[in-house]
C-alpha cells in the first residue's frame, strides 16, 4: 500500500514536471510571440508616424499657399477700391 502511494506519488510528479515544462514552454513561445508584434507595431507606429508628419507639412504648404493668396486678394480688392473711388471721384 505505502509502495502504491508512493508509485501514484512518482507517476503524478512526472506528470506535474511534465505539464509544468509544456506550460513553461508554451510561456516562452507566447513571450516570443509578444515580442514579435511589439516591434511590429512599433514598425507601423514609425510609418505611421511619417506619413503623419507628411500630411502635416503638405497641410502646413497648403495653409501657407491660401494665406497667400488671400493676402493677394486681399491687396487686389483694395487697389480695386481705390480705382473706384477714384473713377467715382472724377465723374
Known amino acids: ?8 506519488a ?3 510528479l512526472a506528470k506535474a514536471r511534465g505539464d ?3 506550460a513553461q514552454a508554451y510561456a516562452n513561445e507566447l513571450l ?3 515580442a514579435t508584434q511589439e516591434g511590429n507595431h512599433e ?3 514609425k510609418r505611421w508616424e511619417a506619413g503623419r508628419l ?3 507639412a503638405k ?3 497648403a495653409t501657407a499657399a491660401l494665406a497667400a493668396k488671400i493676402d493677394d486678394f486681399n491687396r487686389l480688392m ?3 477700391i481705390a480705382l473706384q473711388t477714384e473713377i467715382n471721384h472724377y465723374r
Not at 1 to 8: I, N, P, T
Open 59 to 61: 497641410l502646413n504648404k
Open 43 to 45: 514598425e507601423e507606429r
Open 10 to 12: 512518482r507517476a503524478d
Open 54 to 56: 507628411a500630411s502635416d
Open 32 to 34: 516570443k510571440r509578444v
Open 20 to 22: 509544468s515544462h509544456a
Open 1 to 8: 500500500m505505502l509502495r502504491e502511494e508512493a508509485e501514484r
Open 78 to 80: 483694395d487697389v480695386k
